[in-house]
């Protein structure tokens, strides 16, 4: 098992920024290639970007490209989501999740073992 425990999130407006975080207080994340998830209210949950546990691929659904930046501090046993530009459609549940031993592009709730419980982000207009 791995705890997850994802922070950052809150309210912002519409063009502002965010940085998500990631850690686990009971394993180290280096064994695992991340990703970082999203729910919106009545929406199924999607993927929003993928790291590899070198940190040499990252990976990105065509809707988001430039928008969000994925990286990962081994060293600090942390993940992260940069967000930029955000929109009152960015407005959703930010989930943090693990996967072992598979490769890429991870970008299937599937391919994830370990989810941490969420943090909310709100866009205000």
């Known amino acids: 098992q791995a705890q997850l425990v994802e922070s950052g999130g809150g309210l912002v407006q519409a063009g502002g920024s965010l940085r998500l975080s990631c850690t686990s207080s009971d394993r180290s994340l280096t064994r695992f290639a991340m990703g970082w998830f999203r729910q919106a209210p009545g929406k199924e949950r999607e993927f929003v970007a993928a790291i590899s546990r070198s940190v040499s691929s990252t990976y990105y659904p065509n809707s988001n490209k430039g928008q969000f930046t994925i990286s990962r501090d081994n060293a600090k046993n942390t993940l992260y989501l940069e967000m930029n530009s955000l929109k009152p459609e960015d407005t959703a549940v930010y989930y943090c999740?693990?996967?072992?031993?598979?490769?890429?592009?991870?970008?299937?709730?599937?391919?994830?073992?370990?989810w941490g419980q969420g943090t909310q982000v709100t866009v205000s207009s």
């Open positions: 999740c693990a996967a072992e031993g598979r490769p890429g592009p991870y970008d299937k709730i599937t391919d994830y073992d370990y």
